[in-house]
């Protein structure tokens, strides 16, 4: 596929994207990212997250979900968290 958007995405797979999952996971924004060298489209969502239990401060980073290139349909989460937008378009120029 040659551009996929998150609406792509999303009809894909609807119930994916419901606000009891969406505030389950503490998702706040879903994009669809292209890595540089593998051209794979990827899910990028900015989640919120709780960093240290004691400090009550819940802490923005980005998470990664693999998607399926044919079906779009939303697949295995990586283990990566990035805590910039920075740190996350380097990774993404990488695979």
């Known amino acids: 596929m040659d551009k996929v958007t998150i609406t792509d995405v999303i009809k894909a797979q ?17 994009d669809v990212n292209k890595g ?6 990827y899910l990028v969502r900015l989640t919120q997250a709780w960093t240290d239990m004691f400090d009550g401060k ?6 990664v979900n693999e998607l399926d290139q ?21 990774w993404l120029r990488k695979n």
């Open 70 to 90: 044919e079906t779009l349909k939303i697949g295995k989460l990586l283990d990566d968290i990035f805590l910039t937008v920075a740190d996350l378009d380097a």
């Open 14 to 30: 609807r119930g994916w994207f419901s606000n009891e999952n969406k505030v389950f996971f503490g998702d706040k924004v879903y």
């Open 58 to 63: 819940p802490k923005d980073h980005f998470r």
């Open 36 to 41: 540089g060298r593998s051209e794979k489209h």
